[in-house]
């Protein structure tokens, strides 16, 4: 009884203390996010997004000051011996005001992407229904990252960052450390910034399921921690009695509020199963041959038993077809977790799964024409034809949820159907175990785009 309390008692505290930088989705990577919040940052009185866009860079080390503790030290060693590796280089803590790190959380984020990558994910987000129309993405974002910050580790600097001042309690402090301090010695005795862990040929899905790994050690090596070392009663009072606040991640759109907690959750669960089936050396060589879907991570024997890793899904390119005007703004890969949350919101649990259970692989692009025209093409390959059969009947029933009596169908056969709703064409087919989705406001630009795929039937 009480491990069960202590378990979902303290995942909830550690994910909003510690979960910081980590919405990583198949159109959401840490982008350019430049929202509301304006630090009081002792610099001169701009605005976080002049700032941002004046790309000033802060030293933690200077803005800060480098901390050390018998503490410290002790949980180092801990995490060390639990995790049974070695840690040859001592962390180095540095403390810092919480405005300061929150800037500098933001402006790695900013480092990494761009203002037009954020508007297209935007864009795709709407499209698919996972974001409402008058949604801000930069701003829910900037909220998210920045509602609770206890500490993160560093990839670069190799330090591990702690707000001055703040603290949620002692033990629970000391086990989020545990949390941190569990990256550092990933990142020393595997590297997380190069291959097989970080590869700019990774889409989101390889991205989020090599993450979910990497959260999924961690969380269970910070339980293991607090079982070894932290005394549990206490621990849950003070987890009982921390003013921790979660109300951006509870009003977070669905989509965006599972996904982040996907990798701490079901990575931690993918991480036990490794260990139950291999024991603890098990998750060592995942680090060193991770999972490269989020398919594996819901469903380990996929990983463990045997590997189905996920395959291409070519696609034409079809900016010659539609036109000079016509650009390809955003392509990534739509994984089972996307699937899943794109129609449990709607259609529940058991449904998403249906929908989604059997995925092989998929494409997705958007197309942005002049104005507001514009083109998705959602492909997607499936291990059997029963499988996409089901995502095919599955997907109309998702466009009778979201758009009720404003759907209409245009065209409707055995292997392909078309629909309009909100000035908007929806089009699935099938052909053996693979699917195609389009989706546009213009419908010639569809029908064009769906000659390119001659195993489809038309709807012509």
């Not at 909003?16 to 001169?44: C, H, M, N, Q, W």
């Not at 961690?218 to 339980?223: I, L």
């Not at 259609?347 to 494409?363: I, P, Y």
């Given at each position: 009884m009480k491990k069960g309390l202590f378990l979902l008692l303290l995942t909830a505290s550690i994910?909003?203390?510690?979960?910081?930088?980590?919405?990583?989705?198949?159109?959401?990577?840490?982008?350019?996010?430049?929202?509301?919040?304006?630090?009081?940052?002792?610099?001169?009185?701009?605005?976080?997004q002049e700032l941002l866009l004046m790309d000033i860079e802060v030293d933690i080390e200077t803005c800060g000051k480098v901390i050390e503790s018998d503490r410290l030290s002790n949980v180092e060693e801990g995490v060390s011996l639990i995790r049974s590796l070695p840690m040859p280089d001592p962390v180095k803590f540095v403390e810092c005001s919480e405005d300061v790190l929150k800037y500098q959380l933001l402006a790695e984020s900013l480092d990494e992407s761009s203002g037009e990558e954020l508007e297209a994910d935007q864009k795709l987000l709407e499209a698919l229904g996972l974001i409402d129309d008058g949604d801000n993405l930069g701003d829910i974002l900037t909220k998210l990252l920045t509602e609770q910050i206890a500490g993160f580790y560093d990839t670069e600097t190799k330090d591990i960052t702690i707000v001055e001042g703040k603290s949620a309690g002692e033990l629970l402090d000391e086990v989020t450390l545990a949390h941190e301090v569990t990256h550092a010695l990933q990142d020393q005795n595997f590297n997380l910034e190069k291959p097989p862990l970080d590869d700019?040929?990774?889409?989101?899905?390889?991205?989020?399921?090599?993450?979910?790994?990497?959260?999924?050690?961690?969380?269970?090596?910070?339980?293991?921690?607090?079982?070894?070392y932290i005394d549990l009663d206490q621990l849950i009072e003070e987890s009982e009695e921390s003013e921790t606040s979660s109300d951006?991640?509870?009003?977070?759109?669905?989509?965006?509020?599972?996904?982040?907690?996907?990798?701490?959750?079901?990575?931690?669960?993918?991480?036990?199963?490794?260990?139950?089936?291999?024991?603890?050396?098990?998750?060592?060589?995942?680090?060193?041959?991770?999972?490269?879907?989020?398919?594996?991570?819901?469903?380990?024997?996929?990983?463990?038993?045997?590997?189905?890793?996920?395959?291409?899904?070519?696609?034409?390119?079809?900016?010659?077809?539609?036109?000079?005007?016509?650009?390809?703004?955003?392509?990534?890969?739509?994984?089972?977790?996307?699937?899943?949350?794109?129609?449990?919101?709607?259609?529940?649990?058991?449904?998403?799964?249906?929908?989604?259970?059997?995925?092989?692989?998929?494409?997705?692009?958007?197309?942005?024409?002049?104005?507001?025209?514009?083109?998705?093409?959602?492909?997607?390959?499936?291990?059997?034809?029963?499988?996409?059969?089901?995502?095919?009947?599955?997907?109309?029933?998702?466009?009778?949820?979201?758009?009720g009596k404003d759907l209409k169908k245009i065209s409707d056969t055995d292997s392909a159907y078309l629909y309009k709703a909100e000035s908007q064409y929806f089009y699935c087919g099938i052909s053996g175990n693979n699917s195609l989705c389009l989706q546009s406001n213009d419908k010639s630009c569809l029908q064009k785009s769906l000659k390119e795929f001659p195993e489809y039937q038309t709807t012509e």
């Open positions: 994910i909003l203390l510690a979960a910081v930088g980590i919405v990583t989705k198949f159109v959401i990577r840490p982008d350019r996010i430049i929202g509301e919040y304006e630090p009081a940052l002792s610099l001169k009185t701009f605005t976080l700019e040929a990774y889409n989101g899905d390889n991205s989020l399921a090599i993450e979910s790994l990497i959260e999924g050690d961690a969380m269970y090596t910070m339980y293991k921690y607090a079982e070894e951006v991640l509870e009003s977070a759109p669905f989509y965006l509020r599972e996904s982040l907690l996907f990798p701490y959750e079901q990575g931690l669960d993918f991480v036990k199963e490794l260990i139950a089936r291999h024991g603890e050396a098990a998750v060592d060589t995942a680090l060193r041959d991770p999972p490269l879907s989020t398919e594996q991570i819901i469903h380990p024997d996929k990983y463990i038993v045997e590997r189905d890793n996920p395959k291409e899904v070519a696609v034409p390119d079809l900016a010659v077809t539609l036109g000079d005007s016509w650009e390809v703004i955003n392509s990534d890969c739509m994984g089972e977790l996307d699937v899943r949350l794109w129609f449990e919101e709607d259609l529940g649990l058991l449904a998403s799964k249906e929908a989604s259970n059997g995925w092989g692989g998929n494409t997705i692009e958007y197309y942005q024409g002049k104005g507001d025209d514009f083109l998705l093409v959602n492909a997607f390959t499936w291990d059997s034809e029963k499988d996409a059969s089901e995502f095919f009947s599955g997907y109309r029933e998702l466009l009778e949820s979201r758009f």
